[in-house]
Each structure stands twice: as structure tokens, then as C-alpha cells.
């Protein structure tokens, strides 16, 4: 079955980078773009990029662009999330999600890694 | 970029109700690219609508989408207690993939 399992918890301060994994199974890795989403609490879900894991091709939502940058290494299976120069504000939780093989949906999630920038 | 806008933000209703969220799109936005999903404190979301109106594999007949171009409605026709929590729409037709800010249905 298809699983998207996630690194885990970290604790950041202002001005430092933060680097989640998303280790991908149960597919043909190269087949699925893999998207980044984020949800502070209390506060609605965010589409933060997408990366193309079989030529490393990604997009990025223009509000994170220059802090973001997203990753794989096909060897593992696993994609990257790094957010660098992190203020508060980016205190969230982070999940990476896949498509549905049917439609436009996520219908693969990881379980979330919660961020936390706090001096 | 494509704004979503969902309302009501809170909507407060008893079991056996029948509830009713909108979405309304800044853009037309082709049904095929519309979803639904639910979420649940502690919980990654889940789908629940896709293509504006075509219900995911298990989820129950209660929860039915419709709507096209720039406004989308899910409705619940009699909630269930397992029913309340937070409801986004998001597109997937143009980047950036947008949601909407959330609809919390909430026991009255």
C-alpha cells in the first residue's frame, strides 16, 4: 500500500533551516509528483510546492520563494522539504501528500512534522 | 492565483441536520479540478469529493458536491457526531494549488 512517512518533530531558532524528509512506498516513486503543505495552528492548509521526484523539477508557491527548496534522492525514495531563515511565523505543521492515480485529489498524506521556531 | 473563499467560517448545527458549505473561486475553476476534504484535530486531511461532485471510495451517501465554474457547494444531509470538523475545498487547476480557509461545522 502506498505510505508517505514523514521525519519527525523539530525545535528551530529565528534565522535557522529546517530540513523534513518524506519517504515514499508502495509505488513507482518516479510516477508522482510529490506536493509540501503546511498548516500553522489553528490556521488553514497552505500548498507550499510540488517536486517532479524523476527529474528533480519543482515549483514553489511565490510566497516561499527563495526560502524553499525541495529535493529527492531516488535512491531511498525519499524527497526533502528545506525551509531556511525560519521566523515564527513558520511554526506549522508540515505534510507532504501525493495524487490520487485517478484524479486531481491528495489522496496519499504523510503524517505531518510539526516544526517549531522559537528563540 | 486562484482565491478560494469558504463560507460560512463556522456553522454551528445538531445531528440530523442538514449542512451546507460553500466555496466560491476568485477564477472559474473546472469541476474536475475541485475537492473536498475533511479534517479532524490531530488528523492529515482526508478526501472526500473530488471533480466537484464524485464522492470517494467509502465515504457515505450523506456527503454530496455540486457546482461548477466559480461556486461549489458540499452538502451533508443529516450529520452524524462523526461528522463535525473542519471542511477545505482546494484546486488543483492552476498553480498555485490553492485551498480555501475553512469551514468549521461545529456541534450546536
Known amino acids: 500500500q502506498v505510505q508517505l512517512v514523514q521525519s519527525g518533530a523539530e525545535i528551530k531558532k529565528p534565522g535557522a533551516s529546517v530540513k523534513v524528509s518524506c519517504r515514499a512506498s508502495g509505488y513507482t516513486f518516479t510516477s508522482y509528483y510529490v506536493h509540501w503543505v503546511r498548516q500553522a495552528p489553528g490556521q488553514g492548509l497552505e500548498w507550499m510546492g510540488i517536486?517532479?521526484?524523476?527529474?528533480?523539477?519543482?515549483t514553489y508557491a511565490q510566497k516561499l520563494q527563495g526560502r524553499v527548496t525541495m529535493t529527492r534522492d531516488m535512491s531511498t525514495s525519499t524527497v526533502y522539504m528545506e525551509l531556511s531563515s525560519l521566523r515564527s511565523e513558520d511554526t506549522a505543521v508540515y505534510y507532504c501528500a501525493r495524487l490520487s492515480s485517478l484524479a486531481y485529489y491528495f489522496e496519499y498524506w504523510g503524517q505531518g512534522t510539526l516544526v517549531t521556531v522559537s528563540s | 492565483e486562484i482565491v478560494l473563499t469558504q463560507s460560512p467560517g463556522t456553522l454551528s448545527l445538531s445531528p440530523g441536520e442538514r449542512a451546507t458549505l460553500s466555496c466560491r473561486a476568485s477564477q472559474s475553476v473546472s469541476s474536475s479540478y475541485l475537492t473536498w476534504y475533511q479534517q479532524k484535530p490531530g488528523q492529515a486531511p482526508r478526501f472526500l469529493i473530488y471533480?466537484?461532485?464524485s464522492r470517494a471510495t467509502g465515504i457515505p451517501d450523506r456527503f454530496s458536491g455540486s457546482g461548477s465554474g466559480t461556486d461549489f457547494t458540499l452538502t451533508i444531509s443529516r450529520l452524524e457526531p462523526e461528522d463535525f470538523a473542519v471542511y477545505y475545498c482546494q484546486q488543483y487547476g492552476s498553480s498555485p494549488y490553492t485551498f480555501g480557509q475553512g469551514t468549521k461545522l461545529e456541534i450546536k
Open positions: 471533480g466537484a461532485s
Open positions: 517536486i517532479n521526484p524523476s527529474s528533480g523539477s519543482t
